[in-house]
């Protein structure tokens, strides 16, 4: 076989579209949007070369338009996970033997396909079946998964191409195998991104995969599934399935092949995958590699010399709070806020607030949309519940929500007198931030140890402040409290290849979604030494009389 040296296009950030009015993106992701409302599609899980239709069919519903049917889709079971691992068995061998450019290759056309041809539908899709604004599904579902396939590429080209020093009359050589076995992604349904990333990454390094969705991300994945056949990649390497966890948990943990599992969920549910896994592994060839992202209990803490920051904070709060009705793992959830300049940070923040409309994705002036289902809608509500009950905390803004025709909760402020409310400590998913008050006088110190022991989660926070010292002095108390750390700057909007994703403590393994160090754990190294002269003697020196 012909062999070369080769480097990918370099990875550069898509640029994101920002849909104004009267430009002809706006135009057809409209037009796009229009037709998937009124179209209904039927969704068969992919296995190796086959598109499954089980007969066990249901139902696919926007959030913010639960009555109204866009499509169905076909539901698997035990057999079908078992038929998954399989064929992803089956197919490996060949995958894995394929020469790495190629592999990339695919996942750079499918790319190019998703920033050309395809992203008024990637975008309609996810506006349409997570009920995300035009915005947020841009930076999501076009630009973020691109990054992703194209700076995966980068990174794992720079690990091939990383060798170790060779002295004389040797040839050092490290190579990279993928893992020996499948690896299981579990995606979730708020980031079309992850659900395209987290199947892709593996596979980009030579490992089949099979891949299970949230069922509320079925459509949009069934989609990154089709645009990823296109684009090239072979029957096997990934399959597509729609099973009930624990089917799928009972097959994939209990299987001598299973080696690794790629996961973006709760908290909860990676701690029991964590301990199943630990509980079976005698029974697997080797030691499986745990990747997961979890849970979060964001926080915004501002020092008083932040005072001339309001509006930005306000702004912080807005965007990192509300964005996506806070269906996000960064969300602001938890505020530690002054009192020199709390009035007026109050009043520009209900000002704003004022100004947010609610409705369907489809009208484009709507910043909040609908929560993902009825489970959210029930949760996030009963939080606000509690809040209005309790003596402990007040509604300054939002409050109400409505489920007769979508899942609608209004962004919701809560404002605490007890910095270990619940709502401060419990992660809610959901448009709903809670603000607690210190006293100017406080030490700073106190503040910040208030909010590094506060909640169990790590995964972003962010600091506002006018004073560098103290700015330094927050960087250095919250090392542990979040792995990503924003400074004058809301919690939430990490880019591909500027900041890599990922938390510790309840917030997961902090492998971080985008970088290099996330390839690697989905490779398998393999040092070479070739001895050109090789010793006839086994005496040493020190050995001589």
């Known amino acids: 076989m012909i062999k070369g040296f080769f480097n990918v296009p370099p990875a550069k950030n898509e640029p994101v579209v920002d849909y104004s009015p009267g430009t002809p993106e706006r135009e057809a992701l409209q037009k796009k949007y229009k037709e998937l409302y009124n179209g209904h599609i039927e969704v068969p899980m992919y296995i190796g070369s086959e598109e499954v239709k089980t007969g066990d069919t249901h139902e696919l519903t926007p ?42 290759s695919i996942f750079l056309k499918a790319a190019d396909l998703i920033s050309g041809p395809y992203r008024a539908e990637m975008n309609a899709a996810t506006m ?15 630009a973020e998964i691109i990054d992703f396939l194209r700076f995966n590429a980068d990174y794992m080209t720079q690990l091939y191409r990383e060798q170790p020093y060779s002295p004389k009359d040797t040839w050092n050589r490290m190579e990279f195998r993928p893992l020996e076995g499948f690896v299981f992604a579990i995606t979730p349904f708020n980031f079309t991104a992850i659900a395209g990333n987290l199947p892709s990454a593996p596979a980009m390094a030579g490992n089949t995969v099979v891949w299970k969705p949230a069922d509320s991300q079925i459509y949009s994945a069934q989609l990154v599934m089709r645009i990823f056949k296109e684009a090239g ?3 096997g390497v990934i399959n597509l399935i729609y099973v009930d966890g624990p089917d799928a948990g009972d097959v994939v943990f209990d299987h001598e092949d299973f080696a690794g599992l790629h996961f973006t969920g709760s908290t909860k549910v990676f701690k029991h995958l964590w301990k199943t896994i630990g509980s079976n592994i005698d029974k697997y060839k080797s030691y499986p590699r745990i990747v997961g992202e979890t849970g979060g209990k964001d926080f915004i803490v501002a020092h008083p010399s932040a005072e001339t920051q309001t509006q930005a904070i306000a702004t912080a709060i807005i965007r990192g709070a509300f964005e996506f009705q806070g269906q996000k793992c960064s969300a602001a959830s938890r505020c530690y806020f002054p009192s020199n300049f709390w009035p007026q940070l109050k009043d520009e923040l209900l000002n704003d607030m004022k100004t947010l409309k609610i409705g369907a994705p489809d009208d484009f002036s709507n910043f909040i949309n609908a929560v993902i289902d009825r489970p959210a809608f029930d949760k996030i509500s009963g939080y606000i519940d509690k809040a209005k009950e309790s003596k402990d905390a007040e509604i300054i803004a939002g409050g109400n929500y409505d489920d007769s025709k979508g899942y609608f909760i209004e962004p919701t402020v809560i404002l605490t007198t007890d910095p270990h ?61 979040a792995g990503n750390f924003y400074i004058n700057d809301k919690p939430t909007g990490s880019v591909v290849g500027q900041q890599p994703f990922g938390g510790a403590r309840g917030s997961g ?27 006839n003697d086994y005496r040493y020196p020190f050995l001589g009389q």
């Open 421 to 481: 409310f619940v709502t401060m400590e419990e992660e809610i998913f959901g448009p709903v931030v809670t603000i607690y008050v210190y006293d100017e006088k406080e030490k700073w110190s106190d503040v910040l140890k208030m909010v590094d022991e506060t909640s169990p989660y790590a995964l972003t926070g962010a600091v506002f402040s006018q004073d560098r010292y103290a700015i330094q002095e927050a960087t250095e108390a919250l090392t542990h409290s």
């Open 63 to 104: 959030p913010h338009d639960h009555k109204h049917v866009i499509g169905k889709y076909h539901r698997g079971n035990k057999e079908h996970v078992q038929k998954a691992v399989d064929s992803a068995l089956a197919a490996k061998s060949k995958w894995e033997r394929m020469s790495w450019e190629h592999r990339v």
């Open 128 to 142: 349409l079946a997570q009920s995300k604004n035009a915005y947020q599904s841009e930076i999501d579902a076009v």
């Open 509 to 535: 393994t902090n492998d971080k979604a985008g970088a290099k160090l996330n390839m690697l754990r989905w490779m398998s190294a393999r040092s070479i030494k070739e001895n050109f002269v090789p010793v």
């Open 233 to 235: 990649l072979p029957d």
